[in-house]
């Protein structure tokens, strides 16, 4: 079993709809980051959780929604989304301090 | 100024040869020091952490760090075709909390 896990691994969706992706980590770590990934962009922070608690809101716009129920598991949810939201979105873990992250295997999602 | 900055290349090598990345942060009170393995279309894979002043060594990778002048470097020995990826650098350091920065990334074509 892999340490870090984004379902779905591709999502196609239209601009009205609502979905959600999901990330689990299963190595004992206590951050959880949400990235983004545009075609030749870097990667971009959206959101990290410490602890469960979100510390960092990267000026997001408010139709991704990130959730965070407890320090193993992280949401972002997705809705009335635009075509230049289509990205590589990339789960990521550590833990705390100056330790390294490991990422997901990610989530290619297409707006249509 | 970024933070974190690469040159995005593409840097090209023969095999064989040594490829030399580089890195550049702003941040003095960075503290842990990483590079990242992106293949197209997949998620980054941690390669080497550096921590302290000098070389790391793992294989045909070595990370060198220079704090005093906020660089870091990856050279690859040996280089492989399978080698060819884009190459992230990322910082986390005293004034980022548990955040990672990553620089925009450096294209690494090996020709065989």
Request: proline share 5%.
């Amino acid at each position: 079993e892999t340490g870090v896990t984004q379902t779905p691994r591709h999502l196609v969706m239209g601009m009205t709809n609502k979905k959600s992706l999901k990330c689990e980590q299963h190595l004992g770590h206590n951050a959880m980051y949400w990235y983004k990934q545009s075609a030749k962009k870097p990667l971009e922070l959206m959101f990290v959780y410490n602890f469960k608690e979100q510390t960092e809101n990267n000026s997001v716009p408010s139709r991704f929604s990130p959730e965070c129920p407890n320090s193993s598991h992280l949401f972002l949810h997705l809705h009335t989304l635009q075509p230049e939201d289509s990205a590589l979105y990339l789960c990521a873990s550590s833990q705390e301090g100056y330790t390294e992250a490991f990422f997901g295997q990610g989530t290619r999602l297409t707006v249509v | 100024q970024k933070e974190v900055e690469q040159n995005s290349g593409p840097l090209s090598v023969p095999e064989g040869a040594i490829a030399s990345l580089n890195c550049t942060y702003s941040d003095r009170g960075s503290q842990s020091f990483f590079w990242y393995r992106q293949y197209s279309g997949k998620s980054p894979e941690l390669i080497m952490s550096i921590y302290s002043n000098g070389d790391k060594e793992d294989g045909r990778f070595t990370a060198q760090l220079n704090k005093a002048s906020q660089y870091v470097s990856l050279l690859i020995r040996d280089s492989q075709p399978s080698d060819s990826a884009t190459y992230l650098c990322a910082v986390k350091g005293y004034n980022a909390g548990n955040m990672l920065t990553f620089g925009g990334g450096t294209r690494l074509m090996v020709k065989p």
